[in-house]
């Protein structure tokens, strides 16, 4: 038998319905109403019977009790499917049904004990009996579908001869043997139908199971005949896929030899397919070149039947080597057995090619990175060093008395190594920004207070050029922001300087204000001059590396051009932007904008002017200090910068002299060049402070550029560093701190 096809669902969906509760109930209906007419015929014979033996007035009335009570029922049953479809629930019909029923059960019953009630002499139970006992099996008949109204008439009918033999017995003047036959046979007669009606209960509910197991069977069939055409249609698909797939698909029968290969296996690896087939894998395509761990991989999972992915190398029929990419499934049989395995291999040698030129040019560009960095920090070493002797001297004569010429020269030369220690640390900026290794350092500060004490070292060289130099904060600009004070200082003195640089007559202007936004706050801060101005079609080009508006501009007013490109990048390394409008002849605005963070309150000392001064430390007299330096015109400037503090001082010339000191001398606070011979700054501090005894203050003295160099000198446990060139009040104020005493 084949049941497919909507057929089977049909029959299916079909005899769940009718077992269903809604189901069983409308069987209930359509079968009560379908038969009223023969229950009629019933009736009718029953009650011309009573109009012939006991009286026509009997027999009309039991008729007509009968067939209203009938009718009653038949009338609400033959609404019930329109009732369901109004939404009544099965069990409210199924309670209405069952008092219909009682009603047409009541009426029958009534009808039959007419004899009883009206005619005494006419009386005869057997005939009563006889009616109900036939009432009685129709109910049981239909009690199945219906069980409240089945056991309603099965009650009402089994009531109703006992009410009639009750009402006999109590009419008789005494009770005989007859009377306890009667009430005997009437028990036997309840057992009988109590068996009938479980024998149709059972029955009904056998033939229910089967029927329902028959539909369950065949869905259960249909589902597999369309999984099994699903498959079949699948595999047919599979195998043109297969057969046409650009990737080298063959399967491996149970002995591990190839059963069968597509044609982009012989376009990838050179064989036909009469050359693969018996073959193993290994045999055709093995090669010595491949990788053991991608091998150990594979026979690993062979050996425990699970799929797997390996990247491996390969040999082609012609000996060429290539990178094919395998992903191999064992397909198992209806047994749970492996019957095969499918291997898709694809070539990936252009990949494994293209990957190896990025992991070449990543390399090349990281080592391009170093060299780099390690150009600038030789470059920041080699040029800082020698100028720590050029500033450091100057600033020393420029204590001395010196007469008028002399003192233009040491101005000269001060002024000249600052602006060339200026256009060093533009370019070393410019390269850390542009490398990505820019570091910030967010404190809580005065945000008032920077741009005052900024705009206060511009002041002279604006007074110099007849220029008015104004700052407008609102009131409502909070004080303490949380950032980098520095850079910000940095990025303004960019502006401003530029800003007054370019601006002959007039003012430079700078407006301040800070927007909440959330959690954060937005810095805007704007410079407007009234100088030359910029054509608009080279605004952007001011941000360019070393760039001006024009060769013109850069003659007549000098700079490297950096000063807006790095203002930019660190306006945009701290989530900000800086913009340019500008105006031929009238001037021009630059707006920057900085992504910073609330500041904490800030707590006054309680103490006046007076008492500030009074707990000023001061160097403690006597106190010792060791200069390790191996150049000996920076162990000439540390010396004249210290010859007047009452310290004792030493010099060591390398970090392993440096070493050998601290242990004989003791000192008290250590300066430590990192850059040495024999021994390292870097290395010196480590041996030291994993030497026994009380450790000293050491203080890094470097001409590095970079902040992981500092990073360095802290991490090998040196307490703070002072970078190259170095100035007097600087080396001053670290003796000061750390030097303090009674």
């Known amino acids: 038998m084949n049941f497919q096809g909507p057929t089977s669902s049909w029959l299916s969906t079909d005899n769940t319905r009718k077992y269903s509760p809604n189901g069983l109930l409308l069987r209930y209906a359509r079968g009560r109403v379908r038969h009223f007419v023969h229950r009629q015929?019933?009736?009718?014979?029953?009650?011309?019977?009573?109009?012939?033996?006991?009286?026509?007035?009997?027999?009309?009335?039991?008729?007509?009790?009968?067939?209203?009570?009938?009718?009653?029922?038949?009338?609400?049953?033959?609404?019930?499917?329109?009732?369901?479809?109004?939404?009544?629930?099965?069990?409210?019909?199924?309670?209405?049904?069952?008092?219909?029923?009682?009603?047409?059960?009541?009426?029958?019953?009534?009808?039959?004990?007419?004899?009883?009630?009206?005619?005494?002499?006419?009386?005869?139970?057997?005939?009563?009996?006889?009616?109900?006992?036939?009432?009685?099996?129709?109910?049981?008949?239909?009690?199945?579908?219906?069980?409240?109204?089945?056991?309603?008439?099965?009650?009402?009918?089994?009531?109703?001869?006992?009410?009639?033999?009750?009402?006999?017995?109590?009419?008789?003047?005494?009770?005989?043997?007859?009377?306890?036959?009667?009430?005997?046979?009437?028990?036997?007669?309840?057992?009988?139908?109590?068996?009938?009606?479980?024998?149709?209960?059972?029955?009904?509910?056998?033939?229910?199971?089967?029927?329902?197991?028959?539909d369950e069977q065949h869905q259960q069939l249909e589902v597999s005949n369309a999984l099994l055409q699903e498959q079949q249609e699948q595999a047919r698909r599979l195998a043109l896929v297969a057969e046409h797939a650009n990737d080298s698909v063959f399967l491996i029968d149970r002995r591990g030899k190839i059963a069968w290969v597509n044609e982009s296996f012989t376009r990838i690896t050179g064989y036909s397919f009469s050359e693969a087939i018996g073959k193993t894998p290994c045999e055709?395509?093995?090669?010595?070149?491949?990788?053991?761990?991608?091998?150990?991989?594979?026979?690993?999972?062979?050996?425990?039947?699970?799929?797997?992915?390996?990247?491996?190398?390969?040999?082609?029929?012609?000996?060429?080597?290539m990178w094919i990419e395998t992903n191999q499934v064992p397909v198992r049989g209806y047994k749970g057995e492996i019957d095969v395995?499918?291997?898709?291999?694809?070539?990936?040698?252009?990949?494994?090619?293209?990957?190896?030129?990025?992991?070449?040019?990543?390399?090349?560009?990281?080592?391009?990175?170093?060299?780099?960095?390690?150009?600038?920090?030789?470059?920041?070493?080699?040029?800082?060093?020698?100028?720590?002797?050029?500033?450091?001297?100057?600033?020393?004569?420029?204590?001395?008395?010196?007469?008028?010429?002399?003192?233009?020269?040491?101005?000269?030369?001060?002024?000249?190594?600052?602006?060339?220690?200026?256009?060093?640390?533009?370019?070393?900026?410019?390269?850390?920004?542009?490398?990505?290794?820019?570091?910030?350092?967010r404190v809580d500060f005065d945000i008032r207070t920077c741009f005052e004490e900024t705009l206060r070292l511009l002041e002279t060289q604006a007074r110099e050029k007849g220029l008015t130099l104004v700052l407008d904060v609102p009131k409502e600009v909070p004080r303490r922001v949380h950032g980098d004070d520095s850079r910000i200082r940095q990025i303004l003195l960019n502006l401003v300087g530029n800003a007054i640089k370019f601006t002959e007559v007039g003012e430079v202007r700078v407006a301040l204000d800070v927007h909440p936004q959330g959690d954060t706050l937005e810095l805007h801060f704007s410079v407007t001059d009234t100088g030359i101005g910029i054509p608009e079609d080279k605004i952007e080009r001011v941000f360019g590396h070393f760039s001006q508006a024009d060769a013109a501009t850069t003659r007549k007013f000098g700079g490297t051009g950096l000063g807006l490109t790095i203002s930019r990048k660190l306006a945009r390394a701290m989530g900000g932007e800086i913009a340019i409008q500008s105006v031929v002849g009238a001037g021009t605005c630059v707006t920057a904008s900085l992504q910073l963070a609330a500041g904490n309150a800030l707590t006054e000392p309680e103490m006046d002017g007076v008492e500030n001064v009074c707990e000023l430390p001061s160097v403690r007299p006597g106190m010792r200090v060791l200069v390790a330096e191996d150049n000996k015109v920076n162990r000439l400037v540390m010396q004249k910068f210290l010859r007047d503090t009452p310290i004792e001082l030493e010099f060591a010339h390398n970090g392993s002299e440096a070493v050998e000191k601290v242990q004989l001398m003791k000192p008290d606070l250590v300066f430590m060049d990192m850059s040495m011979p024999v021994m390292s700054g870097i290395d010196a501090t480590l041996a030291i402070r994993n030497s026994d005894g009380v450790q000293p203050v050491i203080i890094a003295l470097t001409a590095n550029a970079f902040d992981s160099d500092r990073d360095a000198c802290l991490q090998a446990g040196m307490d703070e560093f002072l970078s190259k060139p170095l100035n007097r009040k600087d080396v001053l104020a670290v003796l000061q701190r750390h030097g303090s005493g009674s």
């Not at 009736?43 to 009335?61: D, H, Q, R």
């Not at 005997?184 to 029955?203: D, E, N, P, Q």
């Not at 039947?305 to 080597?321: A, C, M």
């Not at 003192?407 to 850390?432: A, E, G, H, P």
């Open 341 to 441: 395995t499918v291997a898709v291999e694809r070539d990936v040698t252009a990949a494994h090619l293209h990957a190896q030129q990025l992991e070449e040019a990543r390399v090349s560009a990281e080592e391009g990175e170093r060299s780099k960095a390690d150009f600038l920090a030789t470059m920041s070493h080699e040029i800082r060093t020698p100028m720590n002797g050029v500033i450091g001297m100057a600033q020393m004569l420029e204590g001395t008395s010196l007469d008028p010429d002399q003192r233009i020269y040491t101005d000269t030369i001060l002024s000249s190594s600052k602006t060339l220690l200026s256009l060093i640390n533009d370019v070393l900026d410019l390269s850390k920004l542009d490398a990505n290794m820019m570091s910030f350092s």
């Open 41 to 214: 015929l019933y009736a009718f014979t029953g009650s011309a019977f009573l109009w012939a033996i006991i009286s026509p007035t009997v027999g009309m009335l039991a008729f007509a009790l009968t067939v209203l009570g009938d009718a009653l029922d038949c009338f609400f049953l033959r609404r019930l499917p329109k009732l369901l479809d109004q939404g009544w629930s099965t069990r409210r019909l199924q309670i209405v049904s069952a008092t219909t029923a009682g009603i047409s059960a009541t009426a029958i019953a009534f009808s039959v004990n007419m004899p009883v009630y009206f005619h005494p002499d006419h009386a005869e139970t057997l005939f009563l009996v006889g009616v109900l006992i036939s009432a009685a099996i129709n109910s049981g008949l239909v009690l199945p579908f219906n069980p409240a109204a089945g056991i309603t008439r099965l009650l009402i009918f089994a009531a109703a001869p006992l009410v009639a033999m009750s009402l006999e017995a109590m009419s008789a003047d005494e009770l005989d043997s007859m009377f306890a036959m009667h009430f005997a046979g009437l028990g036997m007669l309840y057992a009988t139908i109590w068996w009938f009606v479980k024998f149709v209960k059972s029955t009904f509910e056998r033939n229910r199971d089967y029927l329902l197991e028959q």
């Open 284 to 321: 055709l395509l093995g090669t010595s070149k491949a990788d053991p761990e991608a091998i150990k991989v594979m026979l690993d999972k062979r050996a425990k039947n699970e799929p797997f992915q390996v990247e491996i190398r390969s040999r082609r029929k012609d000996g060429t080597l």
